[in-house]
C-alpha cells in the first residue's frame, strides 16, 4: 500500500495559520516550503568522489562517470547509474562555498554540484559552439525501485515490473517524452518501498526521458541537447529523497514552485478578477447548434445546474449577446475558442481562427532551419511566430483587436487553444528570429494581458509553467496515450467532424482499444501528480474531444476520478444531449458543486491507497476540508460499495455519496 502521510494531527496552529501550513503534502520531503535558507555546506571530496549532505542523507557524486547514490537511513540507494556516455575525463575538483565544482575538458562541459533546501542541485554547463547531447541521469536502475512516476496529464505511478507497461501494448517504451510539452510537469520519480527518489529538471527545453524496459523493468534516461543558438546550453536537475510516496514527486515540485515564485493561487486570481470565482462549483462543456441559444441555456438551468463553464466555436454562428447574457444571468462562465497559432491564406482558409489581417499570412509564419514555413496542424496553413505578433503588438494590435472582436458578445472568459501546451518552436526567420524559451515567455506574455483584462483564462493541456497566468485548462486531466491518436483516425468508428450541429468526433459515442482504455483509464495506475502539485492553482480537466459522454464504458471510473481529484467533468452539449442528458450532468453538478466551492481553492493535501490492489483510493483538501473515498473495485469496502465515492466535508457527520452508475442510468 502506497501511503501519503498525513500531518494533520499535529498541527495545532490557530485556524488563520492553518492555510499557510497546509499548502504542501505533508510528507517528508515538504520542508522545503516553509524552511528558511539552510546555512551553506561545503562538498567533502575523496578523490573522484563528492559527498553532499542532503535531506534524508549524504550523496555522492563519482566524477568520473557521473553515478549519484546516498546513502540515507534505509541504506545505499542508486540515484542515478552512470551517464549513457561518458563525457570525458574529469578535471580537478574545487570545493566552493556550498558545494563542488569540475570541469570535463574533454567534452567542454562544466558541472556543479550543491545542496540547496535539502536537495541535491546539479547544473552541467556547455562551453564552445559546438552543440552535444548528454544522456543522464540514468534512472530507476536501482534493484529496490518498485513503481515509477511520470506525470502524463494527471499523472501515473507504473509498477516497474508490470507485464503491460513493459509491453508494446502499452505505448510508453523507446520513445521520447519532452519534458517541454510532452509531459505535464517537468519530473518523474521512483518508488523504493520507505523511500524514493524525486527528480526536477528546471531547464525542461531541450530536455527528453525516455522509458525503457530492461529485462523487464521500467528504466528511464534523460537526455539533454545542449545549443547555443537554440539557448540550451545549461542543464539543471534536481534530486531529492522522498518517503516513497507515488505523489512525493509532484510535492517536491510544488515546493520548488513555491521556493521560486512560481506557483500561482487561484484565490488571487479571483481577487484579481472576481469571475474567476464561477469556476468553483462549476462543469465544463462545448456547445453546438441549439444549445448557444438563450432558449438552451435555459433549459440547461431549469435542469437545476447552477455552475458551468461553458465555450463556443468561432465558427458561422457563434454565440450571441443574448445567449452569452443569459449565460451570466444564470451564474455560468462563457468564452470562445480561439487560437493564435495558425495561419492561412484567407482565401482558403477552414476556420475563422486562423484568417488574419494584412499579410500576417505568410509573414509571421515559423520558419524552419531550411527557410520554410512550419507546416501548422494537419499541415494546415503554418504555425504562426509569437515573436512576429510581439513585435508588432505595439503598434498593429492585431492580439488585441482579435481579443475584442471575440469577445464583443460580453463573453467573460476566453480558451486559447495550444499556447499553453504544445509544441515550442525556434524561428529560424531574419525578420522575427527566436529560440523556445522566447516562444514560451511570449506565449505568457500574452496570456497575461488577457487576464489583465479580467478574462478567464484557460488553455489546452496546460504545462505547469503557465500556472501563474492560467485559471483553468482542458487536456492536463488526461494521461493520453498513443493509441488515442490512432483510435481517432477511424471515422466509422470514432466520428467526424459531421453534422456541423453535433459532430461525430465530439458526441458519437465510442469504445477505446483495450490498451488504450487500460493506459489511459485503469485506476491503478492514476495518481494525482498535477492535483498535489496545482490543485489550488489550475482548474484541471480532461480533453474536450473525450467529452464524460464520449466513452461509456470509462463513465463510472472517470465520474469517481473526478470526484477524488475534486476536479470537474467536460461535457459537450447541443440541444438534444440537453433534453436527453441533461438530467445526469445536473445530477452529477449538484453532488460535485459543494465539494468544489469548499475544496477548489484548497490543496492537496493527502493521498493514499487503501487496499493492496489499488482500487481504493483516498484524497485530502486543505487541512482536513474535504475527504474523499472513492471505491473503483466491484466489491464493498467498509460499507462502501463498489462504483461509488463518499466524500465529507468538515463539519459533516455523515459522507455524501454518489454511484455514478445509478445516476447514469
Given at each position: 500500500?502506497?501511503?501519503?502521510?498525513?500531518?494533520?494531527?499535529?498541527?495545532?496552529?490557530?485556524?488563520?495559520?492553518?492555510?499557510?501550513?497546509?499548502?504542501?503534502?505533508?510528507?517528508?520531503?515538504?520542508?522545503?516550503?516553509?524552511?528558511?535558507?539552510?546555512?551553506?555546506?561545503?562538498a567533502?571530496?575523496?578523490?573522484?568522489?563528492?559527498?553532499?549532505?542532503?535531506?534524508?542523507?549524504?550523496?555522492?557524486?563519482?566524477?568520473?562517470?557521473?553515478?549519484?547514490s546516498?546513502?540515507?537511513?534505509?541504506?545505499?540507494?542508486?540515484?542515478?547509474?552512470?551517464?549513457?556516455?561518458?563525457?570525458?575525463?574529469?578535471?580537478?575538483?574545487?570545493?566552493?562555498?556550498?558545494?563542488?565544482?569540475?570541469?570535463?575538458?574533454?567534452?567542454?562541459?562544466?558541472?556543479?554540484a550543491r545542496?540547496?533546501?535539502?536537495?541535491?542541485?546539479?547544473?552541467?554547463?556547455?562551453?564552445?559552439?559546438?552543440?552535444?547531447?548528454?544522456?543522464?541521469?540514468?534512472?530507476?536502475?536501482?534493484?529496490?525501485?518498485?513503481?515509477?512516476?511520470?506525470?502524463?496529464?494527471?499523472?501515473?505511478?507504473?509498477?516497474?515490473?508490470?507485464?503491460?507497461?513493459?509491453?508494446?501494448?502499452a505505448?510508453?517504451?523507446?520513445?521520447?517524452?519532452?519534458?517541454?510539452?510532452?509531459?505535464?510537469?517537468?519530473?518523474?520519480?521512483?518508488?523504493?518501498?520507505?523511500?524514493?527518489?524525486?527528480?526536477?529538471v528546471?531547464?525542461?527545453?531541450?530536455?527528453?526521458?525516455?522509458?525503457?524496459?530492461?529485462?523487464?523493468?521500467?528504466?528511464?534516461?534523460?537526455?539533454?541537447?545542449?545549443?547555443?543558438a537554440?539557448?540550451?546550453?545549461?542543464?539543471t536537475?534536481?534530486?531529492?529523497?522522498?518517503?516513497?510516496?507515488?505523489?512525493?514527486?509532484?510535492?517536491?515540485?510544488?515546493?520548488?514552485?513555491?521556493?521560486?515564485?512560481?506557483?500561482?493561487?487561484?484565490?488571487?486570481?479571483?481577487?484579481?478578477?472576481?469571475?474567476?470565482?464561477?469556476?468553483?462549483?462549476?462543469?465544463?462543456?462545448?456547445?453546438?447548434?441549439?444549445?448557444?441559444?438563450?432558449?438552451?441555456?435555459?433549459?440547461?438551468?431549469?435542469?437545476?445546474?447552477?455552475?458551468?463553464?461553458?465555450?463556443?466555436?468561432?465558427?458561422?454562428?457563434?454565440?450571441?449577446?443574448?445567449?452569452?447574457?443569459?449565460a451570466?444571468?444564470?451564474?455560468?462562465?462563457v468564452?470562445?475558442?480561439?487560437?493564435?497559432?495558425?495561419?492561412?491564406?484567407?482565401?482558403?482558409?477552414?476556420?475563422?481562427?486562423?484568417?488574419?489581417?494584412?499579410?500576417?499570412?505568410?509573414?509571421f509564419?515559423?520558419?524552419?532551419?531550411?527557410?520554410?514555413?512550419?507546416?501548422g496542424?494537419?499541415?494546415?496553413?503554418?504555425?504562426?511566430?509569437?515573436?512576429?505578433?510581439?513585435?508588432?503588438?505595439?503598434?498593429?494590435?492585431?492580439?488585441?483587436?482579435?481579443?475584442?472582436?471575440?469577445?464583443?458578445?460580453?463573453?467573460?472568459?476566453?480558451?486559447?487553444?495550444?499556447?499553453?501546451?504544445?509544441?515550442?518552436f525556434?524561428?529560424?526567420s531574419?525578420?522575427?528570429?527566436?529560440?523556445?524559451?522566447?516562444?514560451?515567455?511570449?506565449?505568457?506574455?500574452?496570456?497575461?494581458?488577457?487576464?489583465?483584462?479580467?478574462?478567464?483564462?484557460?488553455?489546452?493541456?496546460?504545462?505547469?509553467?503557465?500556472?501563474?497566468?492560467?485559471?483553468f485548462?482542458?487536456?492536463?486531466?488526461?494521461?493520453?496515450?498513443?493509441?488515442?491518436?490512432?483510435?481517432?483516425?477511424?471515422?466509422?468508428?470514432?466520428?467526424?467532424?459531421?453534422?456541423?450541429k453535433?459532430?461525430?468526433?465530439?458526441?458519437?459515442?465510442?469504445?477505446?482499444?483495450?490498451?488504450?482504455?487500460?493506459?489511459?483509464?485503469?485506476?491503478?495506475?492514476?495518481?494525482p501528480?498535477y492535483e498535489?502539485?496545482?490543485?489550488?492553482?489550475?482548474?484541471?480537466?480532461?480533453r474536450?474531444?473525450?467529452?464524460?459522454?464520449?466513452?461509456?464504458?470509462?463513465?463510472?471510473?472517470?465520474?469517481?476520478?473526478?470526484?477524488?481529484?475534486?476536479t470537474?467533468?467536460?461535457?459537450?452539449?447541443?440541444?438534444?444531449?440537453?433534453?436527453?442528458r441533461?438530467?445526469?450532468?445536473?445530477?452529477?453538478?449538484?453532488?460535485?458543486?459543494?465539494?468544489?466551492?469548499?475544496?477548489?481553492?484548497?490543496?492537496?493535501?493527502?493521498?493514499?491507497t487503501?487496499?493492496?490492489?489499488?482500487?481504493?483510493?483516498?484524497?485530502?483538501?486543505?487541512?482536513?476540508?474535504?475527504?474523499?473515498?472513492?471505491?473503483?473495485?466491484?466489491?464493498?469496502?467498509?460499507?462502501?460499495?463498489?462504483?461509488?465515492?463518499?466524500a465529507?466535508?468538515?463539519?459533516?457527520?455523515?459522507?455524501?455519496?454518489?454511484?455514478?452508475?445509478?445516476?447514469?442510468?
Amino acid at each position: 500500500m502506497h501511503t501519503f502521510t498525513s500531518c494533520r494531527t499535529a498541527r495545532t496552529v490557530r485556524a488563520a495559520a492553518v492555510a499557510l501550513a497546509v499548502t504542501l503534502p505533508c510528507v517528508s520531503l515538504a520542508a522545503p516550503a516553509h524552511a528558511g535558507p539552510r546555512p551553506a555546506r561545503t562538498a567533502e571530496v575523496h578523490g573522484r568522489l563528492v559527498d553532499i549532505a542532503v535531506r534524508g542523507g549524504t550523496a555522492t557524486v563519482d566524477t568520473s562517470s557521473l553515478r549519484v547514490s546516498a546513502r540515507t537511513g534505509h541504506g545505499t540507494v542508486e540515484l542515478s547509474a552512470p551517464a549513457a556516455a561518458a563525457p570525458g575525463t574529469p578535471g580537478p575538483v574545487s570545493v566552493t562555498r556550498d558545494g563542488a565544482r569540475w570541469t570535463y575538458p574533454d567534452s567542454g562541459l562544466t558541472v556543479t554540484a550543491r545542496a540547496e533546501r535539502g536537495r541535491l542541485l546539479m547544473s552541467v554547463t556547455a562551453g564552445g559552439a559546438a552543440d552535444r547531447t548528454l544522456s543522464w541521469p540514468v534512472t530507476g536502475t536501482d534493484r529496490a525501485s518498485s513503481a515509477l512516476q511520470l506525470p502524463r496529464g494527471e499523472g501515473l505511478s507504473l509498477p516497474v515490473a508490470d507485464t503491460f507497461w513493459n509491453s508494446a501494448d502499452a505505448g510508453l517504451t523507446d520513445s521520447d517524452l519532452d519534458l517541454s510539452s510532452a509531459m505535464s510537469m517537468p519530473l518523474w520519480g521512483y518508488s523504493m518501498g520507505r523511500q524514493g527518489v524525486g527528480y526536477i529538471v528546471p531547464t525542461d527545453i531541450g530536455t527528453s526521458l525516455r522509458v525503457t524496459s530492461d529485462h523487464g523493468r521500467l528504466r528511464t534516461t534523460a537526455t539533454h541537447r545542449f545549443s547555443r543558438a537554440g539557448g540550451t546550453t545549461d542543464y539543471t536537475v534536481a534530486f531529492s529523497l522522498t518517503d516513497g510516496s507515488p505523489v512525493a514527486p509532484a510535492a517536491d515540485y510544488r515546493a520548488w514552485l513555491k521556493e521560486h515564485g512560481q506557483l500561482g493561487s487561484l484565490r488571487a486570481k479571483t481577487v484579481a478578477s472576481p469571475a474567476t470565482g464561477k469556476l468553483l462549483g462549476a462543469f465544463h462543456a462545448y456547445l453546438w447548434g441549439d444549445a448557444r441559444t438563450a432558449e438552451g441555456i435555459g433549459k440547461l438551468r431549469t435542469l437545476g445546474v447552477d455552475r458551468m463553464w461553458l465555450g463556443y466555436d468561432a465558427d458561422d454562428k457563434p454565440m450571441d449577446a443574448a445567449a452569452v447574457t443569459a449565460a451570466k444571468r444564470a451564474g455560468y462562465l462563457v468564452g470562445p475558442y480561439d487560437s493564435f497559432a495558425n495561419g492561412q491564406d484567407p482565401a482558403t482558409s477552414d476556420a475563422p481562427t486562423s484568417v488574419w489581417p494584412d499579410k500576417v499570412h505568410p509573414d509571421f509564419c515559423v520558419e524552419g532551419a531550411d527557410g520554410k514555413p512550419v507546416p501548422g496542424f494537419h499541415d494546415r496553413g503554418c504555425y504562426l511566430s509569437s515573436e512576429a505578433f510581439e513585435k508588432a503588438e505595439p503598434t498593429r494590435h492585431y492580439l488585441a483587436d482579435r481579443t475584442r472582436k471575440m469577445t464583443a458578445n460580453g463573453a467573460d472568459s476566453y480558451f486559447l487553444d495550444v499556447d499553453a501546451a504544445g509544441e515550442l518552436f525556434r524561428d529560424h526567420s531574419a525578420a522575427h528570429p527566436m529560440d523556445e524559451a522566447r516562444d514560451r515567455a511570449n506565449r505568457l506574455a500574452r496570456m497575461k494581458r488577457l487576464t489583465d483584462r479580467g478574462l478567464v483564462l484557460g488553455s489546452e493541456s496546460a504545462g505547469a509553467w503557465s500556472n501563474q497566468v492560467l485559471a483553468f485548462d482542458h487536456g492536463s486531466g488526461t494521461p493520453v496515450a498513443d493509441g488515442l491518436w490512432k483510435a481517432q483516425k477511424d471515422k466509422e468508428k470514432w466520428g467526424g467532424y459531421a453534422p456541423a450541429k453535433a459532430p461525430g468526433i465530439f458526441f458519437k459515442p465510442a469504445e477505446l482499444p483495450a490498451p488504450v482504455a487500460k493506459a489511459m483509464y485503469d485506476p491503478a495506475y492514476r495518481v494525482p501528480l498535477y492535483e498535489t502539485a496545482l490543485h489550488d492553482s489550475v482548474v484541471n480537466t480532461e480533453r474536450w474531444e473525450l467529452s464524460y459522454d464520449k466513452l461509456p464504458r470509462q463513465k463510472t471510473d472517470r465520474a469517481l476520478l473526478a470526484m477524488l481529484y475534486n476536479t470537474p467533468l467536460n461535457f459537450v452539449l447541443d440541444g438534444d444531449s440537453i433534453e436527453s442528458r441533461g438530467s445526469e450532468l445536473a445530477a452529477l453538478q449538484k453532488y460535485f458543486k459543494p465539494l468544489h466551492e469548499a475544496a477548489g481553492a484548497e490543496a492537496m493535501t493527502d493521498f493514499r491507497t487503501l487496499t493492496a490492489d489499488r482500487t481504493v483510493q483516498r484524497t485530502v483538501f486543505g487541512d482536513g476540508t474535504l475527504t474523499v473515498t472513492a471505491n473503483f473495485g466491484s466489491g464493498a469496502y467498509k460499507g462502501l460499495p463498489g462504483g461509488c465515492v463518499d466524500a465529507k466535508l468538515k463539519g459533516d457527520k455523515e459522507p455524501r455519496r454518489l454511484c455514478p452508475a445509478d445516476v447514469n442510468r
